[in-house]
């Protein structure tokens, strides 16, 4: 069973950066596509950033120019460098995998496994 782990989350000001870092486990595929989707209360999970096995990036609209999302595949560890933060960027951040990815994927309907999640807190 694929497991993830996000670490990294905590506070931050406006205008500042965090990493977010998600391992991992229990593969039972060579590769996967990888991505980050966040949550504030009342909302719906929305898509932030995704990766698929060749490398290629996606990213939603809101975040694009300040979040690089990254992977280590010798770590198998996912990372996602925020920067710029805003006070709108606070959420639950969830890390998610699924072993095969195409065309318009990244949504929540689509990923398989997920991170329990990690809080990001942004202060004006």
């Known amino acids: 069973q694929v497991q993830l782990v996000e670490s990294g989350g905590g506070s931050a000001q406006a205008g500042g950066s965090l990493t977010l870092s998600c391992v991992r486990s229990?593969?039972?595929?060579?590769?996967?596509?990888m991505a980050w989707f966040r949550q504030v209360p009342g909302a719906e999970r929305e898509r932030v950033a995704g990766?698929?096995?060749?490398?290629?990036?996606t990213y939603t609209a809101s975040v694009k120019g300040r979040f690089t999302i990254t992977q280590d595949n010798a770590k198998n560890t996912l990372y996602l460098q925020m920067n710029s933060l805003k006070p709108g960027d606070t959420a639950m951040y969830y890390c998610?995998?699924?072993?095969?990815?195409?065309?318009?994927?990244?949504?929540?309907?689509?990923?398989?496994?997920w991170g329990k999640g990690i809080t990001v807190t942004i202060s004006s």
């Open positions: 998610a995998a699924v072993e095969v990815c195409g065309g318009d994927w990244l949504w929540e309907m689509n990923m398989r496994y």
């Open positions: 229990g593969d039972l595929y060579d590769s996967y596509c």
């Open positions: 990766i698929d096995a060749e490398g290629r990036t």
